[in-house]
Nanobody
Framework: HVQLVESGGRSVQAGGSLRLSCAASGYRYASYCMGWFRQAPGKEREGVAAIDSDGSTSYADSVKGRFTPSHDSAKNTLYLQMNSLKPEDSAMYYC????????????????WGQGTQVTVS
């Protein structure tokens, strides 16, 4: 049973930076994708960035050049470094995993964390 626990979300001023963390346990797949998603009130959940077991990364156009996913396999923790934050980045941020290839479609991911709130003002 995969468990994901996000942390690091808080309120920050526009232009600032945050690093989100997602501690994973119970994951047994040799190959996988770990993704970050976000959902603002009244909007659909959208893919933000992802990293697969080979270290390949993918990004939504809205965050390219500002957000960077990474994975520390020794700690089994996924990170999302967010720089140059904008008010439109405000949302609940979720991490998720799938044994399939990386995609920006939430329905491709089978395990989810509870989310961490990011507010940019």
């Amino acid at each position: 049973h995969v468990q994901l626990v996000e942390s690091g979300g808080r309120s920050v001023q526009a232009g600032g930076s945050l690093r989100l963390s997602c501690a994973a346990s119970g994951y047994r797949y040799a190959s996988y994708c770990m993704g970050w998603f976000r959902q603002a009130p009244g909007k659909e959940r959208e893919g933000v960035a992802a990293i697969d077991s080979d270290g390949s990364t993918s990004y939504a156009d809205s965050v390219k050049g500002r957000f960077t996913p990474s994975h520390d396999s020794a700690k089994n923790t996924l990170y999302l470094q967010m720089n140059s934050l904008k008010p439109e980045d405000s949302a609940m941020y979720y991490c998720a995993t799938t044994p399939l290839y990386c995609s920006g479609n939430p329905t491709d991911y089978s395990s989810w964390g509870q989310g961490t709130q990011v507010t940019v003002s």
